[in-house]
């Protein structure tokens, strides 16, 4: 158990949709990174808050949007979904900014059907 | 933005010391070169983290030579909970930070 809570574990939507995705961080730990796990794409790191500010941007559609709330909770808005976002979806921390270990939540499995 | 490349897949039988090499273009010598673990349905787990030379922690050693081109993830004497898929991850820390996977080789440990 890394210590990383995400929730729904599974989740079913229908195209056009929109979801939202939680992460809590471990205990301490500062920063909150966003990824994508598809079978043709391989991970694919979306965002990176620390301490409530965006820190990096990687392959984060405009349709997907993140924050990083007062109590260090994140959450991944998905919207206007299509099938191609049928994925996993996975959180991870860390203590800071850099280049600390993270730690990866379970994900959660998204189905858009 | 680096591009990492690993092998797909590959085989060993337990006991033996795998090296699965990562190769990376375009990164500076500061940007980190980290290894990941994962199994079917399971988040990545850390392995080991290095930028320079060689680490080792009590599970794998980390080569990494002068030109940073590539980085290999050495495994002694694996064992068949070993069994998993391996990621490479560069973190670019020059401009605009980026974090980039390496597609990830399977390796299958046999008895």
């Known amino acids: 158990d890394s210590g990383v809570t995400q929730t729904p574990k599974h989740l079913i939507t229908a195209t056009g949709q929109r979801v939202t995705l939680r992460c809590s961080p471990r205990?301490?730990?500062?920063?909150v990174y966003w990824y994508q796990q598809s079978l043709d794409q391989g991970l694919q790191f979306l965002i990176q808050?620390?301490?409530?500010?965006?820190?990096a941007k990687g392959n984060i559609l405009e349709r997907f949007s993140a924050q990083q709330f007062p109590d260090l909770h994140s959450e991944l808005n998905l919207s206007s979904l299509e099938l191609g976002d049928s994925a996993l979806y996975f959180c991870?921390?860390?203590?800071?900014?850099?280049?600390?270990?993270?730690?990866f939540g379970p994900g959660t499995r998204l189905l858009v059907l | 933005l680096a591009k990492t490349t690993q092998p797909i897949s590959m085989d060993s039988y337990e006991g033996q010391e795998v090296n699965i090499t990562c190769s990376h273009n375009?990164?500076?010598?500061?940007?980190?070169i980290t290894w990941y673990q994962q199994f079917p349905s399971q988040g990545p787990r850390f392995i080991i983290q290095?930028?320079?030379t060689k680490v080792t922690n009590e599970v794998a050693s980390l080569f990494i030579p002068a030109d940073r081109k590539s980085s290999t993830l050495s495994l002694p004497r694996v064992s068949l909970s070993d069994t998993a898929v391996y990621y490479c991850?560069?973190?670019?820390?020059?401009?605009?930070?980026?974090?980039?996977f390496g597609s990830g080789t399977r390796l299958q440990v046999q008895p």
């Open positions: 205990s301490g730990d500062l920063s």
């Open positions: 375009n990164i500076a010598t500061n940007d980190y």
């Open positions: 808050y620390y301490n409530g500010e965006e820190r």
């Open positions: 991850l560069v973190i670019q820390r020059r401009g605009r930070r980026a974090l980039t």
């Open positions: 991870a921390s860390s203590v800071g900014t850099e280049e600390e270990t993270q730690y």
């Open positions: 290095g930028y320079k």
